[in-house]
């Protein structure tokens, strides 16, 4: 009934920039967060960038300065900057949303995740 769906991976070289996209559609009354997580290959997922419904970010310190997270509330959308790529940062990127569905009576709070972009940064 949710569906977050990305977009805008791919195969860069280092230092160069992407933007990730994430939309979400569906049962949704309203998002309370978005963000993004990542997981390179013998890895565990790990939080890489997190936007609130009031705009708060959160960064891991292997990105801040270097990528923004930033929102458009109107769309259920959330995109991830992401400049001056390094090879470490190759991995799978995820979009997870933590938001409200259910029925109009009935709402209660869930956690969703995205298919999975791949990010490959040469060096």
């Known amino acids: 009934q949710v569906q977050l769906v990305e977009s805008g991976g791919g195969l860069v070289q280092a230092g160069e920039s992407l933007r990730l996209s994430c939309a979400a559609s569906g049962n949704i009354f309203s998002i309370n967060a978005m963000g993004w997580y990542r997981q390179a290959p013998g890895k565990q997922r790990e939080l890489v960038a997190q936007i609130t419904s009031g705009g708060s970010t959160n960064y891991a310190d292997s990105v801040k300065g270097r990528f923004t997270i930033t929102s458009d509330n109107a769309k259920n959308t959330v995109y991830l900057q992401m400049n001056s790529l390094k090879p470490e940062d190759t991995a799978v990127y995820y979009c997870?949303?933590?938001?409200?569905?259910?029925?109009?009576?009935?709402?209660?709070?869930?956690?969703?995740w995205g298919q999975g972009t791949q990010v490959t940064v040469s060096s």
């Open positions: 997870n949303g933590h938001l409200m569905t259910g029925w109009a009576f009935s709402k209660y709070e869930a956690s969703y």
